[in-house]
Structure formats: C-alpha cells, structure tokens
C-alpha cells in the first residue's frame, strides 16, 4: 500500500463528503440526505483498507462509481444562490 494509493483514497473521501452547503433550511434535508448516502459507501470502503489492508486504488474506484450514483443534485447549493442573487442585485457576491 502506497502513499499515492492511499493519497487517493483519501481525495475520494473528501469528494464523498466535502459537497455544497444547502441554500435553504428546505434544501438542508436532501442535502442530509445526500450527504447521509455518500458517507455511508466511505465508511464502506475505508473499512477494509484499514482491518485488512484491501488495495486502496480499487476502493476508490468503487467509492467514485457509488458517487456517481449519489451526485450533488436535487437541492440549491448555497455557493450557486448567492452567485444569482448578486448577480440580481448588481452587487457583488
């Protein structure tokens, strides 16, 4: 197990987790429950990189393709709100 396998592992937990804050307090419960999904198939990959040295390279291939099937839609991402309404109000965001 390398440290660039590992490195990579590593960068694909933070795209499981590190997604777009909600714009709205109604936007909060799919991005919960998105972000509930992508961090349940990290933990499932991590588990047997670390009880039993599993390759790590092969687990975030898997980790990226459940992603993937999770992606960051379905509610406003904050970041994406506040560009529009910048933009609406002529001021800067």
């Given at each position: 197990m390398s440290a660039a396998e590992l490195?990579?592992?590593l960068e694909a937990v933070r795209e499981a987790i590190a997604i777009p804050y909600a714009a709205t307090v109604g936007d909060a419960?799919?991005?919960a429950r998105v972000l509930t999904n992508r961090a349940m198939?990290?933990?499932i990959v991590l588990g047997?990189?670390?009880d039993h040295?599993?390759?790590p390279g092969w687990s975030a291939d898997y980790l990226r393709a459940r992603l993937a099937e999770h992606p960051t839609t379905g509610?406003?991402?904050?970041?994406?709100a506040?560009?529009?309404a910048g933009q609406q109000t002529g001021?800067?965001?």
């Open positions: 490195r990579t592992l419960q799919e991005r198939y990290a933990e047997p990189v670390l040295g599993e390759d509610y406003q991402h904050w970041d994406t506040s560009t529009r001021g800067a965001s």
